[in-house]
């Protein structure tokens, strides 16, 4: 034991600094960066300028058929002017209802074809109530009764068609075939992305005939959108439609795509409901029925068997974490064009016509020896080998090859409603 008098090492040995005050072998701090985002390798997609309406005079009116048949069709139709037609309006009217809840247009204040527009899609919906569903017998698949509807439409629709404003036949013929096919079609009995965009083509041809001037794009976008949307879920939900070319949970909904591009539009600048609002169930109860973005959400949530979008609708719990709605509405702009304009599965359905006419070079039909669009009962992608139609089989893409047969989760809750089984957690449809 050492004596009182014996000097006690330090414990720690002083440690000579150099002469930035820093101890040998200490890295010296350098203060944090903030980390820059990585861009997108993706550019944004921009609004073509919509041209002006055409001298109809000019216009020899045919029934519009399809004329992407084959790769070379769609490289053809992706450089074309009708790609740019399509994809100027969709993005115009998408502009249109930049900010503004679905309450700020007014019926009372829309100009009188947006009126006969929404007096014929609520003709469209007494129709389906004369043309009741016949028994499923439990099945989950397409209502064969969904083609009554349909031929029940093509009756009523040229005195529909007089009614805002078109009266020569030709027009009414080449018109009418996108209103026709906008709700679904009548071989397989199911509906996706591809017959929505014959809705807006629909008013594509309307605006191309000076019937819906750029003034109404507005009450286009926010009044009779939303009731066409209305129309189809009602649809859906009677006749059990079958989502053609489904992405099942790796799509952002089984049927439609537009409602969250125009959703995210009215969204864009909002002060205080953010992309991850739609987890709030208060938010999606008060503010749903303004947005169409929230709509959807709600409609999607309802009609699974599972709650929680991060089970059911992956893709859009993902997008609910961006920083904001305007990386939400460049990148609906980005899949509008990829998932569907750029899908050749979904364009092979597409009809051209006089007023978005096809590019010289394109496949038709009769050359290819294919049955008209209503009457083709295979959907998918086909393609021409030697002259003769093939259909071709893939390996890269989930739903969209041979219009394999997808039962709707809409049918799913029907059924188990009608057996008494209410609103419980419900089996998923392929079990």
């Known amino acids: 034991m050492p004596s009182a008098t014996t ?60 004329r992407v048949l084959t790769t070379h069709d769609h490289e053809l139709f992706q450089a074309s ?55 499923q017998g439990g099945s989950r698949f397409g209502n064969p009764s969904f083609r009554l509807f349909l031929d029940s439409i093509s009756t009523q629709s040229p005195s529909w068609h007089d009614t805002i404003g078109l009266t020569s036949p030709s027009a009414i013929s080449e018109v009418s075939t996108y209103f026709h096919n906008s709700f679904g079609n009548r071989a397989r009995i199911d509906y996706g992305s591809g017959h929505e965009l014959n809705f807006i083509v629909w008013l594509l041809c309307l605006n191309r005939l000076s019937l819906l001037p750029e003034s109404t794009f507005p009450a286009i976008t926010l009044l009779v959108f939303p009731r066409y949307l209305t129309l189809l879920h009602k649809l859906q939900s ?22 969250f591009l125009f959703g995210a539009s009215q969204l864009l600048h909002h002060p205080y409901i953010r992309p991850l609002s739609i987890h709030n169930e208060l938010v999606l109860e008060e503010e749903g029925d303004e947005y169409l973005y929230l709509t959807m959400v709600r409609w999607t949530m ?5 709650k929680g979008l991060k089970w059911t609708q992956p893709m859009l719990d993902d997008i609910s974490g961006a920083k904001n709605w305007v990386k939400v509405e460049q990148g609906m702009r980005r899949m509008f064009i990829k998932e569907v304009l750029q899908k050749l599965p979904v364009m092979q359905h597409f009809l051209f016509g006089s007023i978005v006419p096809a590019e010289e070079g394109m496949s038709r039909e009769e050359d290819a020896g294919l049955a008209a669009e209503k009457d083709e009962n295979e959907g998918g992608e086909v393609a021409l080998d030697h002259g003769e139609v093939k259909h071709v089989h893939r390996d890269d893409a989930w739903g ?18 009608k057996k008494g089984e209410g609103d419980a957690l419900r089996r998923v449809p392929f079990d």
């Open 400 to 417: 969209d090859c041979c219009g394999i047969k997808i039962p709707s989760t809409l049918a799913a809750a029907q059924e188990a409603r």
């Open 238 to 259: 009677t006749y059990y439609l079958e989502p053609a070319g489904s992405h099942g949970v790796w799509g952002l909904d089984d049927y439609h795509f537009l409602p």
């Open 81 to 135: 002017n009708a790609y740019s037609l399509v994809l100027s309006f969709v993005f115009a009217l998408s502009e249109s209802a930049v900010d503004k809840k679905l309450s700020s247009v007014s019926l009372s204040s829309a100009a009188p074809i947006v009126h006969s527009i929404i007096s014929i899609l609520s003709s469209v919906e007494d129709t389906i109530d004369s043309c009741p569903p016949s028994e």
């Open 302 to 306: 309802a009609s699974k068997s599972v």
């Open 7 to 66: 000097t006690l090492t330090p414990p720690l040995r002083l440690i000579r600094q150099n002469d930035q005050g820093l101890a040998p072998g200490l890295p010296r701090l350098i203060p944090r960066t903030k980390r820059t985002s990585p861009k997108s390798p993706l550019p944004i997609p921009e609004t073509p300028p919509l041209p002006s309406p055409p001298d109809s005079s000019t216009l020899s009116f045919i029934e519009p058929t399809r």
